[in-house]
């Protein structure tokens, strides 16, 4: 399993666009990029996944350069309700290899 | 659809006691796992199913037993409660095999908090 490395923690002023970059440099050529967001008091909520370049929802938007040994969570205009743990999580589709969970981003949104 | 629900939300031990960690989804996924989380932690996986009768071990499955007899249920047991199992615990779900395996949408609970004495 691909190991990712994140940055403990980030500080950002509401309407800032914030970018949260996760590093795998060991990424195979199966694994897929998922970024899951958790609140105060409650369970990890998928934000977005991608395999190359970019994906955009109506959440974030993920970068993903043509090495895939990075990646980076965009998320546009943040408010303090953005106030969460995001996880960087690598992972091969079609197969039951378990999700591995690292520490996480800790997001902090100020006003 | 009620999603994955959990059941109790809180609970207290004492070392020693037995428990079980009640987990239900209505999604009918194929996957479905247990999650601890410690204070300041990630989430770190304890067992984990691939449908109706297979479960297998995560990365912290001491203390632990699951069985799956159905596809919407998956209980966690606490065979002898130790303090160091106080935590809060999530279950998730999702398609998993019959799509796209774990990368697809995990689904997660509320989670129960459990304190043991």
């Known amino acids: 399993l691909a190991k990712t490395t994140q940055p403990i923690s980030m500080d950002s002023y509401e309407g800032q666009e914030v970018n949260i970059t996760c590093s795998h440099n060991n990424i195979a050529t199966n694994d897929y990029i998922t970024w899951y967001q958790q609140f105060p008091s409650q369970g990890p909520r998928f934000i977005i996944q991608g395999y190359k370049t970019k994906v955009t929802n109506e959440v974030a938007s993920l970068f993903i350069p043509a090495d895939r040994k990075s990646s980076t969570l965009s998320l546009p205009r943040v408010s303090l309700s953005d106030t969460a743990v995001y996880y960087c999580l690598v992972g091969e589709r079609g197969r039951d290899t378990p999700l591995v969970f690292g520490k996480g981003t800790r997001l902090s949104v100020i006003a | 659809n009620a999603g994955v629900t959990q059941t109790p939300k809180f609970q207290v031990l004492k070392t020693g006691q037995s428990m079980t960690l009640q987990c239900a989804q209505d999604?009918?996924?194929?996957?479905m796992s247990w999650y601890r989380q410690d204070p300041g932690m990630g989430l770190r996986l304890i067992h984990y199913s691939v449908g109706a009768g297979i479960t297998d071990q995560g990365e912290v499955p001491n203390g632990y037993n699951v069985s799956r007899s159905t596809t919407e249920d998956f209980p966690l047991r606490l065979l002898s409660a130790a303090p160091s199992q106080t935590s809060v615990y999530f279950c998730a779900s999702s398609y998993g095999t019959e799509r796209t395996g774990t990368q697809e949408t995990q689904y997660f609970g509320p989670g129960t908090r459990l304190l043991v004495l």
């Open positions: 999604m009918n996924h194929e996957y």
